[in-house]
């Protein structure tokens, strides 16, 4: 059983950039079967896929977010990480970690695997 689980730092400073780790358990980040993608949700919003980061290291983000975000991964420690940079009070959410197989293409709630999230709040 895969597990997931998510964690930085709660409350992150206008224009600073927010970082968050997802460390899993239960399977490789390597494997060519999963995503491994952030995912957020913003209050009284719907979720939003961020970016994700393949078993081979390809990585891939929402357009809208290209400029401003990084993730990558730490294959010795199975964590996988999120960068944010010049971050505004609208990055406030909920952040997830989450993973499916990379062969679906299922809507965000369906995913197979989630982390519990992690609040970000950016305020000065």
């Known amino acids: 059983q895969v597990q997931l689980q998510e964690s930085g730092p709660g409350l992150v400073k206008p224009s600073q950039t927010l970082s968050l780790t997802c460390t899993v358990s239960?399977?490789?980040?390597?494997?060519?079967?999963?995503?491994w993608s952030w995912i957020r949700q913003p209050p009284g919003k719907g979720l939003e896929w961020m970016g994700a980061?393949?078993?081979?290291?390809?990585?891939y983000y929402r357009p809208s977010l290209k400029s401003r975000t990084s993730i990558s991964r730490d294959t010795s420690k199975d964590q996988i990480s999120l960068q944010l940079s010049s971050v505004t009070p609208e990055d406030t959410a909920v952040y997830y970690c989450?993973?499916?197989?990379?062969?679906?293409?299922?809507?965000?709630?369906?995913?197979?695997?989630w982390g519990q999230g992690v609040q970000v709040t950016v305020s000065s």
């Open positions: 989450a993973a499916d197989r990379v062969r679906l293409s299922r809507a965000l709630e369906n995913y197979e695997y």
């Open positions: 980061i393949h078993g081979n290291g390809g990585t």
């Open positions: 239960g399977g490789s980040i390597t494997s060519s079967y999963y995503r």
